[in-house]
């Protein structure tokens, strides 16, 4: 039904930047609420970005505020999270995330979510 993949991961070190970059195939996500999720080694999956289906309502918790930004694309099929300022508990997997909406809202939960990625390492170190 619904194919993404995640790339743009790498090494950086702190106070570095990266893209993440997520494209979606099978079919388009005009109509797809999507998000970003992250896990580090040992932890549980944390919620780090969301965007309503059209781009117009953006959610990020209080951790990433005002470093990370979510974007898309819909005439590319893509999902974007540029992430400046990067600190070693930023390090981790970076899973991409998607499910149908029919209004424009913004979901946070992973449980919210039906469709993921394979994910792409993030490394934070000197």
């Known amino acids: 039904q619904l194919q993404l993949v995640e790339s743009g991961g790498g090494f950086v070190q702190p106070g570095g930047s990266l893209s993440l970059t997520c494209k979606a195939s099978l079919r388009s996500v005009t109509n797809d609420a999507m998000g970003w999720f992250r896990r580090a080694p040992g932890q549980d999956r944390e ?21 990370f930004t979510i974007s898309r694309d819909n005439a590319k099929n893509e999902v974007y999270l540029q992430m400046n300022n990067l600190q070693p508990e930023d390090a981790g997997v970076y899973y991409c995330a998607a499910r149908e909406a029919s209004r424009e809202v913004a979901f946070s939960l992973e449980e919210d979510y039906v469709y993921w990625g394979q994910g792409t390492q993030v490394t934070v170190s000197s």
């Open 47 to 67: 919620y780090v970005a969301a965007l309503s289906k059209r781009g117009y309502i953006t959610s990020y918790p209080a951790s990433v505020k005002g470093r």
